[in-house]
């Protein structure tokens, strides 16, 4: 049986010194969290599977992923660690793995140059790329459906999340980061209809994103869908929770955990 992981979000922003890990609400009431070197050896050491770094504002502000921080986060942990924000190019993706990411995650560069995917994945194998999703609700006469954002939540698509997911990895992604923004930091549990819709019409991994606010809630998606991880940031980095207790509890549930 395969293993559901756990996985913790460092959310960075460059506006703060050492670019400091920041959480928000719906991409928005940010606060400011932690050192990301430091938090990224503390849950490793914790038991986490992997760790997400995300640059939320590269994209937005249009430059790149801050290389030097990664390196040092990527030198203080010995888990997988997938690295995105800023990413929009072949050289971006050689920089980022160069310096110690193991995968490089793309949202907007993706959407703006799906051929980017192709490229990429032909390079260094779908294992190194990543496409993540903002999906956000919305609602016609007769049903809902999820748009798809870029610039970190500023700039909507008109693009059906789903239908987007299917393409990502027909063009070679080997993983979807999907993240709800209307569950990001709510703490109410994740969106379950959306990642249930995602995770059933790909072959690739889903890693659930966005609401987080208990082990229950982690055990829900991961038992509900056929996502193969969580993703949660809020209940770690204000001590609500640490992965080994989320871990265990999954355990005493059944769930096949790596402890």
């Known amino acids: 049986m395969l293993t559901k992981r756990i996985i913790p979000c460092l959310d960075c922003d460059l506006a703060v010194p050492k670019g400091r890990v920041v959480k928000g609400i719906m991409f928005k009431q940010i606060r400011y969290t932690g050192v990301p070197w430091e938090l990224a050896k503390k849950y490793s050491e914790d038991g986490a599977d992997e760790i997400v770094f995300l ?11 801050m290389v030097e921080v990664i390196r040092r986060t990527a030198f ?20 980022l793995l160069k ?6 995650s793309m949202n907007t560069a993706a959407i703006k140059n799906p051929d980017l995917i192709n490229k990429a994945s032909r390079i260094f194998g779908s294992q190194c790329v990543v496409v993540a999703i903002d999906a956000k609700r919305r609602y016609s006469e007769k049903t809902a459906w999820f748009e798809c954002a870029i610039y970190g939540g500023r700039k909507f698509t008109g693009i059906d999340a789903v239908e987007w997911a299917e ?9 979807i980061l999907l993240t ?25 991994p889903v890693i ?14 991961l038992s509900r869908t056929q996502a193969s991880a969580a993703l949660a940031a809020s209940i770690f980095h204000f001590n609500q929770y640490n992965i080994r207790e989320v871990k265990t509890y999954l355990k005493k549930e059944g769930m096949a955990v790596r402890l």
């Open 180 to 204: 709800s923004m209307d569950r990001d930091g709510t703490n109410e549990g994740y969106d379950l209809e959306l990642t249930k819709e995602v995770s059933g019409r790909v072959s690739i």
């Open 55 to 65: 640059d939320i504002t590269a994209s937005y502000e249009r430059r790149t992923t």
């Open 76 to 95: 203080e942990v010995f888990i997988p660690l997938t690295v995105g924000g800023g990413v929009r190019s072949i050289g971006d993706f050689r920089r």
């Open 99 to 104: 310096v110690g990411a193991d995968k490089c």
């Open 208 to 221: 659930a994103s966005g609401g987080c606010g208990n082990p229950a809630q982690i055990y829900e998606v």
């Open 167 to 175: 393409e990502a990895e027909r063009r070679g992604a080997g993983e």
